[in-house]
């Protein structure tokens, strides 16, 4: 399908989601939604953060995602991606290799409502880029891919794809969730990756984070 028919497609389906948002008709995260695991509270994060170190970002020279082997063997046939879209999904169907052939994924940072796989992306809350940025550069590529299939900190989220890739690599100075509602959790998260895994944070991210943890 051409690009232009599959923006298309997506822009149709993002109206008709707001239209029937706005009638009541399209229900909100279920109430058994599965998630990512609960980041540390703000009390926590605040307190992460106080230590983690601050400096000017690094370079992205030498940077490749290869470098981070990601969407490894969790267990059978699922690789980190299956695996993600199976545990924040609902009623999540996968076939002989894992795959999800049908189920419904609610997404966080926009609060869309998905019910095919392919419309959903992996978010890594510190993307890669930024971690090589912050100090994994210097890792191991064993470290790095840890990192990058981390199911035991909040590091891994399905969203909608759309709004992953317009996050790209920007920390949160520069981009949060639109949906404001979450916006506590993200942050949360983003402190406890950056605090477990011993990454700095440089003076705009650090402000930014400190000013939404204020108001969590």
């Not at 989601?17 to 998630?35: F, H, I, K, N, R």
């Not at 419309?119 to 890594?124: G, P, Q, S």
Request: hydrophobic share 40%; glycine share 6%; charged share 15%.
């Amino acid at each position: 399908m051409p690009v232009g028919m599959i923006y298309a497609r997506r822009l149709a389906v993002v109206a008709t989601s707001a239209a029937l948002t706005v009638t009541g008709l399209l229900a909100t995260a279920p109430a058994a939604q599965a998630a990512m695991p609960t980041p540390v509270s703000a009390s926590t994060a605040r307190t992460y953060l106080a230590a983690l170190t601050v400096k000017a970002e690094g370079s992205t020279t030498g940077y490749s995602r290869d470098l981070f082997p990601h969407w490894i063997t969790q267990s059978g046939t699922c690789n980190t991606r299956e695996t993600v879209l199976k545990r924040d999904g609902v009623n999540v169907v996968t076939d002989s290799n894992c795959a999800a052939t049908s189920g419904s994924w609610y997404s966080e940072y926009d609060g869309a409502t998905w019910t095919v796989a392919s419309d959903l992306d992996i978010d890594h809350m510190v993307p890669l880029a930024e971690a090589w940025r912050s100090g994994a550069s210097s890792w191991t590529t064993a470290q790095r891919q840890s990192f990058a299939n981390d199911l035991t900190r909040p590091q891994l989220i399905a969203v909608t794809d759309n709004v992953n890739q317009a996050k790209g690599d920007q920390d949160p100075a520069t981009w949060l969730p639109s949906r404001t509602a979450y916006r506590c959790t993200y942050v949360r998260a983003w402190v406890q990756v950056k605090y477990y895994w011993n990454l700095s944070v440089d003076s705009a991210e650090k402000s930014a984070l400190q000013s939404v943890l204020n108001g969590c």
